[in-house]
């Protein structure tokens, strides 16, 4: 007889119907995560490291395929790079144990016992079983097609999810983070009360374990001194701060935040849920966000960067989703664009944040609200207690759970989860036109305040020019700015050098004043419309973007004064209140 030939797209190693003979550790546990879509498999990314080091494991992976959010998992578990077993083969393939961070698709048909652990601040949102219908708009709907009135049930902790067809609980582990979840659980799905582990948050543990490093994920996101990190973060569905299925604050939201906040006392980023990010698009997100990105907001990767840019946070504009919650336990000043209550479960802790948190008003100043939220903050003394109950436990408690259900004893030595990593410098990089507000208040001081927003900034008492970057998308302005800039290596052969290219500019464009080249995060070669070439080097602690610097020195020059002025004893720049202390060296 010949050798079966196996199904269309089925693995042979290490699982198949031959892989003992191709497996060259054919008798490995064989440990199956099972991910359903991005935001999934966030949550089974963090308790990998507990399986590192362990021969006897093998890790596979695959994906139900129930997920509306499917895209970016195929991208995600080839950057894991364990083997992917197709959901056909997974349910037929035995093993030790299954791992998930969602319900949905036919988990009762793997083979194995299956421990679900919750993508999220426990559980907390309502979510219609696929194919059971929803209720009204406004009721916390996630599935199209509104059909029945009665309110979904909550996802995980539910009958409707918990339990199968013959009324068992699906999971064999229901892991919780806190014994609130196991008092509801006991209420509403008393059968699957059994299952329950409290075994801790290991998202919120990296977190915590992250805390001494905010500093550093303030510097990688160039948060300088004086200025403050403000996230927005928004969770997916319609009700969200970023959808528009309530008062749709979007549209308005964007420009008024690069309009309202001088961009270099204030720092911008956002946090998406990857069901946003995925569910759209990347491409698309970043097309809808264009105008805000090159006015300075950044998007922070929603796997990998997220947790870092809410360490690092001043502020929090969000709405019901887990990030937000998780931000408000860290002690962090929280502001809600949205703030939907139906989709929530009413007895969760996060309800009972949303209806007590402070509301961002769309009407009022947007700056005058963060600015006093900062100032007047309390952090909620009970937020940090029920994302969990043993932190910093989460690690020791899972891997026990797991190779409990493996059969085989823990490996030697603590169980521990990685550290969450530094990102990279990511500093603002604004390429949209620059209202520049600039005032001399003192001898050898210019105080500039820089305003990227399509809106018209705030009547400043003083001159006021108009800064590009080379590479705006608004070419047609560059005719008519005062200052024109680039950031590059003083060495990148494509400009021949800082002193060519600031010649090549101002010949260009006669209106220009002062052209700018920024050799690194701390100097940059100006060249006036005299033909004075001059560097411009920040002293210690002074952390501004050197673009503010030649902009100091444009209005210094405006004002009637020369530049071998400032050769001895240098200029001070101030932004907001903070002061830079900048050298002045002729070239």
């Not at 543990?205 to 992250?210: N, Q, S, V, Y």
Request: aromatic share 6%; hydrophobic share 40%; glycine share 10%.
């Amino acid at each position: 007889m010949g050798e079966r030939v196996p199904e269309a797209g089925w693995i042979r190693v290490p699982v198949g119907d031959d892989a003992a003979r191709w497996a060259t550790r054919g008798r490995s546990r064989k440990v199956l995560l099972v991910v359903h879509n991005v935001t999934a498999a966030t949550r089974l990314r963090d308790v990998l490291p507990l399986f590192h080091d362990d021969l006897r494991v093998q890790l596979l992976a695959t994906c139900p395929g129930s997920s509306a959010f499917g895209a970016g998992v195929a991208e995600l578990l080839a950057d894991t790079g364990v083997p992917v077993v197709p959901w056909e083969q997974a349910v037929r393939t035995p093993v030790p144990l299954a791992l998930s961070s969602s319900f949905g698709g036919q988990l009762r048909a793997i083979q194995g016992k299956l421990a679900v652990l919750s993508h999220g601040v426990g559980y907390t949102k309502r979510l219609a079983v696929p194919g059971a219908g929803c209720r009204v708009p406004g009721a916390g709907c996630r599935e199209p097609g509104a059909g029945s009135r009665e309110p979904a049930p909550v996802f995980g902790m539910s009958p409707e999810w918990l339990l199968g067809e013959d009324g068992s609980p699906v999971a064999d582990a229901l892991v919780l983070s806190h014994p609130e979840q196991y008092e509801r659980l006991r209420a509403v799905c008393p059968e699957a009360a059994p299952t329950a582990v409290v075994a801790g948050d290991p998202c919120w543990d990296r977190i915590l374990a992250a805390r001494p490093y905010r500093e550093r994920f303030r510097r990688a996101l160039g948060v300088g001194r004086g200025r403050r990190l403000i996230v927005l973060t928004s969770t997916w569905n319609p009700e969200s701060v970023f959808g528009d299925g309530g008062d749709d604050v979007l549209p308005s939201l964007l420009p008024r935040l690069t309009s309202e906040f001088p961009a270099d006392e204030y720092r911008l980023a956002a946090v998406l849920h990857p069901n946003i990010w995925h569910g759209h698009g990347p491409g698309q997100i970043r097309a809808w966000l264009d105008r805000a990105r090159r006015s300075g907001l950044t998007l922070v990767d929603p796997l990998a960067g997220w947790r870092q840019a809410l360490l690092a946070a001043d502020a929090v504009i969000g709405d019901h989703g887990s990030v937000t919650y998780y931000a408000a336990a860290l002690g962090t000043p929280v502001l809600l664009g949205a703030a939907p209550l139906s989709g929530l479960a009413p007895d969760a802790p996060v309800h009972a944040f949303v209806r007590a948190a402070p509301r961002l008003d769309p009407v009022r100043p947007l700056r005058a609200q963060v600015d006093t939220l900062v100032e007047r903050h309390r952090p909620a003394p009970d937020a940090a207690e029920f994302v969990s109950s043993v932190p910093g436990e989460s690690a020791a408690r899972l891997r026990r759970l797991f190779y409990d259900a493996l059969g085989i004893p823990e490996p030697d030595g603590p169980a521990r989860l990685d550290p969450l990593p530094l990102p990279p410098y990511e500093p603002t990089r604004i390429t949209a036109p620059l209202t520049v507000l600039t005032r001399l208040p003192a001898p050898d001081e210019v105080a500039v305040t820089r305003y990227a927003g399509p809106q018209a900034p705030p009547d400043g008492h003083g001159g006021a020019h108009t800064a590009l970057h080379e590479d705006t998308r608004e070419s047609d302005q560059l005719a008519l700015a005062d200052v024109v800039f680039r950031y590059g290596d003083a060495d990148d052969p494509r400009f021949g050098s800082p002193a060519a290219w600031t010649a090549e500019v101002l010949d260009r464009h006669p209106h220009c004043a002062l052209a700018a080249y920024v050799t690194g995060p701390t100097s940059c070669v100006v060249r006036t419309r005299a033909g004075t070439l001059l560097r411009l080097d920040s002293g210690p602690g002074a952390d501004a973007d050197p673009v503010v610097y030649a902009s100091a020195l444009h209005a210094w020059l405006a004002a009637g004064k020369a530049p071998a002025e400032l050769y001895a004893r240098g200029l001070t720049v101030r932004t907001g209140r903070t002061a830079h202390a900048v050298t002045v060296t002729p070239v």
